[in-house]
């Protein structure tokens, strides 16, 4: 049967008398709009619409036309580039359904459809497709919306609990015959599980998408190489060319006859369902060669649809046929089909790699939409947001956009998000990741943060002391260097050391009476934190008596022995860690928002900043595009790949403490297996000349405060060639965005380093050690006696037997010079002492580190024990056998009992030292262990001039 088009009725408007439906496979706002779909709708009697991403893409993505409703949603909400493009498609598709609404009145619910589709990277998830689609039709709530879902084997079932939740589908990427009849099933079976639960069959339209063009574009190009090649076949093959897509698609056609003839569909037909309608797409001509129009002429028939893009439309307009095309040579098409065949075309392999080029292409499609978005969004959010610059060597530069393009095609950053341990060892990393949601958690918890604010406030402490090792206190100390004291609230003193000098000068800093408590501890167990509490608890009763633990708050993970102490000592009150999340991310949860809180922070805006880097860095945005993972790649790649595993910090120094917060993070993350990248803080900044070829600087740039002698230090750097990240704050607060970054980050690097950036080996280690010693005390009364294998003047040197052979002298400048002269280009050498940290040992150690940097041309690292034991100690063990050390202890001018117990902060102090350097020195570092005797002043004065001597 032939059917031509009504006489003055252009030929997309004849399609009806064929009883096909002309879908436009486009949308744009203005589009709408500007009412040029309500045209077509009214003059051409298109009666759907479909979208895709790459059609969102060239809408969002170019031009100004979205500019008015991002920033709307921008100034109300703080959202991801994913979350943003949802709303304006919604809005869009909303709009477009609107214009289709009369359609969908006039054909009783049959026609007038616009698709949105669920998103591509759920194409291989069954659960995530059909969870998205219930969400994406009940965020429209428009009933001539159609969902659509991939006809992948993954999705297939999806397709079936969709239909059956009463939602129009629309299925895509449909190649093969065999994939289509899965798909009929699929919505047979949905339709029949509805109608079980008593759901109205005659509202859930369906139809089911044929792409067409692209099995001619494979099977053709196949074609025109056997050809060229001299294929014996070359006549056969040249018949079949252009042939075999409608081929196929008359072949499901008859199937579709076939079904509608069935006793179960009759049965749902007379329950008062719709059929699904075939969908011809990707209609378009790609080959030149071919009619423009050949895969709407050709594919023309009863209860169809074709969705066309705007170009096709016009040309099918102006020079279409409508005649009924699709029940035409059907013996034909057969034959074709099974010369294909013959021929080893491989019809099954090519629709099969058409549905995986499909998924990719899609999710390209998807990247570049989102990816034009986040730009558009960081744009319109301009000082909101910090900022990323990176100067790179081209090798670099090129060698991390790989890396980034990698973690793009494989979706890496979705599986993160996903909490995929596969992005790492698949280990048991999984279980550690609730810092990705922490911020989200803590912002729905905010009423309680705030209410301990205002009874912190109302009850007038004049000082806050937190106790704390690690994760527990080099967040709080980011917060107290970088905001200070606020109106109303007691200073934040922060105190995580067991030296005692230390802790007498932070008992005298404080009045017990006037001073708020807080003892910091994930585990409970941790011996710093104990004994810190066991002192000043002990101190508080002495100034209010029973009343003392009213003034003490903690913060641990539920079940721990804190917790069960702060219970039945009476705390004031108990916070509770996430077990999920390790000490060094917990700064964005309650071991970081109490002790803000407690100091005064205005929370809100701080988690609302913390918010913004968490959207900055969603799944949902691509990895070139994501802050995040653009700093992990640039650590992880230039680690890995080109040796610069020395990542130097440099910062405006009202954000410096900054730089003792990322490199516990990223010391204790990535610094095991002999792998590892080493941070490198507070080394003032030197010419080009000081730096070898290890080095990767992050600039943390605070823009109102800027130095411009620290910027002319950088731009000399890049100049020179070395890589260089500048991070650019506008507000102090942006801190709260970076912390997330850097967590983030430093989970990318990992997964580049290939290992498990959530644990910490090698910290274990050295408390085995230190409760060796402390239990050898409990039982003698005193630490194993060790014998220097030299001394001079006020220095005694200890070493193992391999390091002590390699540092034979006559004077303390020969053994040191010995020990230096082992540093090599690649090297870095760590300080590590173990006395007080106040303003004149960190001159002094500052000073020291300076000369050898100079003179050797190496990173160095200046730290202070027993704090950098829950820090960098994990990479100076566990990561790659480059460091130098020199650790150095004193002795003490005087030490304080702890309550209690039996040894003093003195003994614990040198207990840590000792056991933290025979753990050095059993992993083969190049280590060596000076003690001071006598006053500790004029020793480091007489240390640091045997150090000069002997660089």
Known sequence: MTASHNKGANPVQALASAQQSPWLDFIRRSFVEDGSLARLV??????????????????????????????SILAHEIVSPGTLYEKLAVHDIQKAAHVLAPVYKATDAKDGFVSLEVSPYLARDEKGTAHEAARLWADVAEPNLMIKIPATPESIPAIRQTIAAGINV??????????????????????????????????????????????????????????????????????????????????????????????????????????????????????????D??????????????????????????????????????????????????????????????????VTSFEQAFDTLLGSVAAKQTALLGNKLTSTKAALPADLDAAIQKGLEEWRKAGTLRKLWAKDASVWTNGPEAKWLKWLDIVEDRMTHLAELENFQAEVKARGFKQVLLMGMGGSSLGPEVLAETFGKHEGFGHLYVLDSTDPQQVATYAKKIDPAQTLFIVASKSGGTLEPNIMLAYFHDLAQKALGENASSHFVAITDPGSKLEAHAKKSGFWKIFAGEPEIGGRFSVLSNFGLVPAAASGIALKPFLEDALRGVRAADASVP????????LGTIMGVAATQFGRDKLTVIATPQIADFG????????????????????????????????????????????????????????????????????????????????????????????????????????????????????????????????????????????DKKNAAALKGDSAEAVLKAHFDRVKAGDYVGLLAYIERDTATREWIQHTRLKIRDAKTVATAAEFGPRFLHSTGQAYKGGPDSGIFLQITADDAHDLPVPGASYSFGVVKAAQARGDFDVLAERGRRALRVHIRGDLKAGLAALAQAIHAAV
């Open 42 to 71: 009214a003059e051409d009697d298109v009666r759907g619409v479909t979208s895709n991403p790459a059609i969102f893409q060239k809408a969002m993505g170019e031009g100004t036309e979205y500019d008015a409703q991002m920033k």
């Open 660 to 799: 003792a917060w990322m490199e516990q993070l990223v010391a204790e993350s990535t610094g095991k297996h002999g792998k590892g990248i080493i941070p490198i803080d507070d080394e003032t900044l030197g010419g080009p000349k000081r730096y070898g070829a290890d080095r990767l600087f992050v600039y943390l740039r605070l823009a109102p405060e800027h130095r411009h002698e620290q910027d002319e230090a950088i731009s000399t750097l890049i100049d020179a060639g070395q890589p260089v990240v500048t991070i650019t704050l506008h507000t102090t607060r942006q801190i709260a965005q970076e912390f997330f970054r850097w967590e983030l980050a430093t989970a990318v690097a990992g997964a580049f380093l290939g290992i498990d950036p959530f644990d910490q080996p090698d910290v274990e280690a050295s408390k085995i050690e230190t409760r060796k010693l402390t239990d050898a005390y409990n039982e003698t009364g005193s630490l194993p006696a060790e014998t220097p294998f030299a001394e001079f003047g006020p220095f005694a040197f200890f070493a």
């Open 170 to 291: 629309n299925v895509t990427l449909i190649f093969a015959l065999s994939a289509y009849k899965a798909v009929v099933e699929a919505w047979l079976s949905g339709l029949e599980d509805l109608h079980k639960k008593g759901g109205d069959l005659s509202r859930v339209a369906s139809v089911a998408s044929f792409f067409v063009s692209r099995i001619d574009g494979k099977i053709d190009a196949e074609i025109d190489h056997r050809i060229k090649a001299g294929d014996k076949e070359a006549a056969a093959l040249a018949a079949v060319r252009g042939k075999v897509a409608i081929a196929n698609a008359k072949l499901a056609y008859i199937y579709w006859q076939d079904v509608v003839q069935t006793p179960r569909w009759k049965a749902l037909e007379a329950a008062g369902a719709q059929p699904q309608r075939l969908l011809w797409a990707s209609t378009g001509t790609k080959d030149k060669a071919y009619s």
């Open 293 to 358: 129009v050949l895969y709407v002429d050709s594919l023309i028939g009863p209860h169809t649809v074709n969705t066309v893009p705007p170009a096709t439309l016009d040309a099918f307009r102006d020079h279409g046929t409508v005649a009924e095309t699709l029940t035409a040579g059907v013996d034909e098409a057969r034959h074709i089909l099974a010369e294909a065949e013959r021929l080893g075309l491989n019809l099954e392999g090519v629709t099969s790699t058409l549905v995986d080029e499909g």
């Open 623 to 630: 990895p070139a595009e994501n802050p995040a993972v653009l």
